[in-house]
């Protein structure tokens, strides 16, 4: 079957996406920098291996080669030293619109890797240890990157808000009751929430915590007064300058308080 995409349309879309990436933020991410490699689920583990062996080396410490590794993104993002990179799936099938998000999430890796903190590479510097507080700081980085990539794509495509709180609800909602310890996507769950609720309409055009709180109990109506600290200790940290900067302790603190979340729901229906 025909792909959507030629691989030659995916390297202009994904340059299109960068070139509208840098009239927001002005990276030194460019055509020159960065490296493109395409492919299947098929042909995946191939590719990653070669792609990473050329440019990438320590990606191939990742698990890659696990059962539905490659069937498990559409893209995704590299950065090196000295270069950046990014695998696209080449019989990707999203729309235009579902597709730029999807390039822009990844440039927004890409960017975030480099200048969250002082030089660079925030989970190489403190993510790699297997202690309890290496997890608490794993489980925080792993909410935010998501969440702050997907607030960063939207708000290069759209210039103002124009999703609703209670246009979020529904999916709000059923991402809420999903997590547990027990489920291992829980993490994602709780980025995709944290995403939906600030790039809202309510959320993304106030400074007030108070004011965006009540619109968010109005119309979402958590029950889970960790999960709203959650909300508010992101809220705050976006409506800094510059909002991509993190600190160990804020993803520390990000973390912790994902953890007493869950353990929170537990207790909520012992």
Known sequence: MKNRYTTKELTE??????SLFNECLESDISESNTVIA???PDNGIDVYEDFCKEHFPKNLSENYKADGYMDSFAAQAFVSEKEYGVLIREDIDFTLAGLQFTLLHE????????NEIK???????????????DGIINAGYAIWREAVADIMADSVLSENATMTLKQAKAEVLELFDKISFENPDSKKCV??????????REVACTYEWQKAKMEIENQIGFDNSIMMLLLEMSFIKLKENPFWKITP????????TYITMLASKRLQFM
């Open 38 to 40: 395409f492919f299947t």
């Open 107 to 114: 440039i927004s890796h890409m960017f975030c890797t480099r």
């Open 191 to 200: 980025s995709l929430i944290l995403a939906y609720i600030m790039i809202s």
């Open 13 to 18: 879309i994904f340059f299109e996406a960068l």
């Open 119 to 133: 030089n660079g590479f925030f989970f190489d510097r403190y993510c790699m240890g297997s202690g309890e507080e």
């Open 249 to 256: 302790d804020f993803i520390m603190d990000l973390g912790s």
